[in-house]
């Protein structure tokens, strides 16, 4: 079946970076942006931003331009965000998802932790 | 800033009433050139990730209970759930897409739906 699977829970220490991973089965993982999204603690959803697989391309939210870095791996079809400079506002659960025409998201990942501590 | 706003904040309402959401944006999301509003709905029960409801503003995705339906077009939309169900009790956000001038995905704050 179509899914997206996320690597495991995160403890990071402030200033410290994050690289979570994101691989697609059950469907031609070029033919689909793969979007990433976060949810802190009892908040609502933000979109972080979107990588093409196909060509590597990637936009940001402007809240993230610096820090925040999206590559793939086309042939094991994953995935990769990579937050850097991590603050304790940054803790949060981080979801992949994938984006098909009509501007929103049809499958997620099963969201990973990242819990930012001294 | 383009803004989604829902209301109410949260709401309760008895097993097999009905349930109305409402989802306004600061900007329309209507695109001429297809004449699609680029509107979502999603549905987030605890420790799970959102599940799409509705896309286009009103077509159902597959495997949704027909129970649920989206309206509206422009600035103002709306999620229904004819008839609630216990299973439906969850928080529902709205999303839009914005092309220009660089591309934006925006949710609403969510709408906490519980059983009276």
């Known amino acids: 079946q179509v899914q997206l699977v996320q690597s495991g829970a995160e403890v990071k220490k402030p200033g410290a970076s994050v690289k979570v991973s994101c691989k697609a089965s059950g469907y031609t993982f070029t033919h689909y942006y793969i979007h990433w999204m976060r949810q802190a603690p009892g908040q609502g959803l933000e979109w972080m931003g979107w990588i093409n697989p196909s060509n590597g391309d990637t936009n940001h939210a402007q809240e993230f331009q610096g820090r925040v870095t999206m590559t793939r791996d086309t042939p094991i079809s994953a995935t990769y965000m990579e937050l850097s400079r991590l603050r304790s506002d940054d803790t949060a659960v981080y979801y992949c998802?994938?984006?098909?025409?009509?501007?929103?998201?049809?499958?997620w990942g099963q969201g990973t932790m990242v819990t930012v501590s001294s | 800033d383009i803004v989604m706003t829902q209301s109410p904040d949260s709401l309760a309402v008895s097993l097999g009433e009905r349930a109305t959401i409402n989802c306004k944006s600061s900007?329309?999301?209507?695109?001429?050139?297809?004449?699609?509003?680029?509107l979502s709905w999603y549905q987030q029960k605890p420790g799970q990730p959102p599940k799409l409801l509705i896309y286009?503003?009103?077509t159902r995705e597959s495997g949704v209970p027909d129970r649920f339906s989206g309206s509206g077009s422009g600035t103002d939309f709306t999620l229904s759930i004819s008839s609630l169900q216990a299973e439906d009790v969850a928080v529902y956000y709205c999303?839009?897409?914005?092309?220009?001038?660089?591309?934006?995905?925006?949710f609403g704050q969510g709408t906490k739906l519980e059983i009276k």
């Open positions: 998802a994938r984006g098909p025409d009509f501007g929103g998201f049809d499958i």
């Open positions: 286009w503003a009103s």
């Open positions: 999303q839009q897409y914005y092309g220009t001038p660089s591309p934006m995905y925006i």
């Open positions: 900007q329309s999301v209507l695109y001429s050139s297809n004449n699609k509003n680029y």
